[in-house]
């Protein structure tokens, strides 16, 4: 309880830091936010850049986007949610790592349980194309470490409820270089998976191999029996 208090005492402090800097066009503590447009039409943001320093001065940081966009809306059944919070091509800079992503949504949702439209969560955060690159491994940052932990916990012993694409790649590049597409590798995973289960079915001595054909379908379905004695 104390961590999380001190934690959100210095979120409200860094925030306000951020705010002052920002209306007095100033770098103050250590921290500047600067915005080029602010447009309350769109309810958007351009040209934001914030720096700043912390644990007296060990730790510096920066963070710079081109826009951040806000979409309020009232919930209703199909869609309960009110507020959806879309930050594009993020890239932070630290002193321990370096972050770049393409985009990253969050959706805040009124009430899901009782909409029944998500487990209990809250919230819903996407990210698009996240690159983390960290200087040195044994200065990895506390959040990254959990977040593998999370991540590979989740996969080996997590409920998994739907997952559409799922795959890891290390790669010597800089941030933000576009992946190769995952399609070609599976298409070329699935044609080699089909090749060892052909062969695979013709090593037993004991089965044989039967294709049966029917009026009603059009495609031929294959099955392995085995002799009985």
């Known amino acids: 309880m104390a961590e999380f208090i001190s934690f959100g005492y ?3 402090w860094i925030s306000l830091l951020a705010l002052v800097s920002y209306i007095f066009r100033r770098r103050l503590a250590g921290h500047l936010l600067s915005i080029q447009r602010i447009s309350l039409g769109t309810l958007s943001l351009h040209g934001v850049e914030y720096s700043g320093t912390l644990y007296s001065n060990a730790y510096a940081f920066t963070f710079t986007t081109p826009m951040v966009t806000l979409r309020l809306q009232i919930p209703s059944s199909s869609e309960p949610l009110w507020l959806t919070l879309t930050v594009y091509s993020i890239f932070f800079t630290s002193t321990t790592c370096d972050i770049s992503t393409a985009k990253l949504k969050v959706v805040l949702w009124f ?6 439209r998500t487990a209990g969560p809250w919230a819903d955060v996407a990210l698009e194309d996240l690159v983390i690159k960290v200087h040195s491994s044994t200065q990895t940052p506390y959040w990254i470490q959990k977040l593998r932990q999370n991540v590979v916990g989740a996969v080996l012993a997590g409920e998994i409820l739907r997952v559409d694409d799922f795959w890891t790649s290390i790669r010597f590049a800089n941030l933000s270089e576009p992946m190769a597409n995952p399609q070609d590798q599976s298409s070329a995973s699935d044609d080699e998976r089909r090749k060892t289960s052909w062969r695979a079915t013709r090593l037993p001595a004991k089965m044989t191999f039967h294709r049966s054909h029917t009026a009603e379908a059009r495609s031929s ?9």
């Open 111 to 116: 009430f899901p349980l009782l909409q029944r």
């Open 10 to 12: 210095r979120i409200i």
């Open 221 to 229: 379905h294959s099955k392995l029996t085995t002799p009985t004695r």
